[in-house]
């Protein structure tokens, strides 16, 4: 940006460029672009003098590019995410989400710092400075996410304080022990308190807080939320001066019921963020430019919906010169062929073209530390490991609900034989999160509904957020040959399934795959259809949703590796109900 000028031999270059004095470095002609300031579309030639804007009007440059006919936006902005959910390397992550317009990410490697500690987001960072994609590392604020699981790693108020007298980190991560922060908790504040006082952002994740509780939240420094079920719920939130986050991701789909809360009068107090975004739906529908797509599907204005990823979000974290087209801003940009259907064309990162036609002009070496491998460490297991005894009838259950990560707090009649369940007949399964971090050999057991698969298994290592193993099936020695297999990969994703076993390997912390971007697309693909045919409800993402239903701060009802617990309640409940 024009801060940035190493002396006013650049800073005359530059203004002699906006002044038609001398060409440009290169002229984006004749094409349209987003006036972010009035969201509106303008016409213009777009000047640029090495990585920054010099001047929009009539040029000429050294090197010219015809855009005519298109659309010229400020790079994208993802304003949330995990790139450990794409389960792809930063590198092969870039490689997919640069050339859909995607030039920034709010990143927060939360998943990753919990399995490995700090190690694995200095690699992540290390990764990612190999691409041309600029990823914002958020320093994760929970790890682990509650005091009810057992993660990789522990890092408290001191640890964060003195990572953050370094410049890796841009602000805190999501603070998902929203209820600790408004009770007063002192180990929460000082986190909180960390980043203020270097002048670093705080982000948030607040699901249904509202009243008080919200007031506290928010006056202890949290600045943004993207956990809004309701469009109400999100007014308050805007109301109370948050930003709120429009979430769009491969199991969080929650445009379409918060849209309702974005006018003309408030819009700029919103920004979009995909969270967590598989591999697959990257590849078959893209990234930011997809959450563009479907805010004009539910009736959103494309020029609003563009503001929301671009300025929007550039202000809600303080992104100097990002998030526009005008004098002295990164030339960051994105060329597209409309702003309804956000088909991406090219991109240019600090003024260089990075992508064309969908294909990245770049790629990254893959360097893998040994901190992030050989991650799953678990003690053995045997189909006794999953054996549910109830002392009564009736037992509390996960029960799950299509297009949300809430889940419900059920309570269903189940029959027991010789000490444990008896699910035949029944839509009821196994559940099980299996300790994979000190082999300490521990378990959690519960019943979840909803799922839907039959005769085996199915587990993964990623279950949010502290990555044990989660395994659910109706077949126990299917359960305990899920859990085998993942520790013989490495970590991954797992299907028993009519004495088969099909698995997709992640072997970067157990979360990620160092495999090129398409191969572990088809592979995954390749897992989800066979999980679907094996029973698996079409209305969930097969191994997503299964990854969260250990993650303890969504209601209402969870399992950890130290047993079932109850969201609402923020404490362990017995499986057998009343």
Known sequence: MAENFSGTDEMKRAADIAAGRIKADVVLKNARYLDVFNARLCEGDIALCGGLIA?????????????????????????????????????????????????????DPHEIVNVCGLAGADYMSRAAARTPLDVRLMLPSCVPATPFETSGAVIDSKEIAKAFRGKRFFGLGEMMNYPA????????????????STGRITDGHAPEMSGKAL???????VRTDHECA??????????????????????????????????????????????????????????????LRMAVKYGLKGELAAVMCTLNAAECYGLKGKGAIA???????????????????????DGRLVAEDGKPLFSGRLRLPAAVKNTVKVAPVSADTFTIKLNGTRARVIGLQEGTLVTKNLVEEVTSRNGDVVLEGTDLLRLAVVERHFASGRAGLGLVKGYGLKNGAAATTVSHDSHNIIVVGDDKQAMADAVEELKRIGGGMTLVHGGKIMSVPLDIAGLMSSAPAEKHVRLSAELYKAAYEAGVNRGIEAFMTLSFLALAVIPELRLTDRGLFDVNAFGFTPIDAQ
């Not at 929009?56 to 006919?69: A, P, T």
């Not at 922060?181 to 203020?196: C, F, P, Q, R």
């Not at 007031?215 to 420094?221: E, F, K, M, R, T």
């Open 181 to 196: 922060v408004a009770a007063g908790d002192e180990e929460v504040l000082a986190k909180i308190y960390a980043a203020h």
């Open 230 to 291: 309701t469009a109400a719920e999100a007014e308050e939130k805007v109301s109370r001066g948050m930003y709120v986050l429009l979430r769009e991701g491969s199991a969080s789909h929650d445009l379409k019921n918060l849209l309702p809360a974005v006018n003309e009068r408030n819009f700029r107090r919103f920004a979009l963020c995909t969270d967590d975004r598989h591999a697959d739906g990257l590849a078959a529908e893209g990234h930011i430019d997809h959450v």
């Open 327 to 349: 004098p002295g801003y990164d030339a960051d940009l994105a060329v597209f062929d409309d702003v309804q259907n956000f088909n991406c064309v090219a991109v240019f990162k």
């Open 55 to 107: 001047g929009i009007g009539s040029y000429e440059g050294e090197k010219e590019y015809d855009f005519s006919g298109k659309v010229v936006l400020p790079g994208l902005i993802d304003s949330h995410m995990h790139i450990e959910s794409t389960q792809l390397s930063p590198e092969e992550f870039a490689s997919l989400a640069v050339p859909r317009g995607t030039t920034l990410v709010i990143a």
């Open 215 to 221: 007031n506290s939240y928010i006056v202890s420094g």
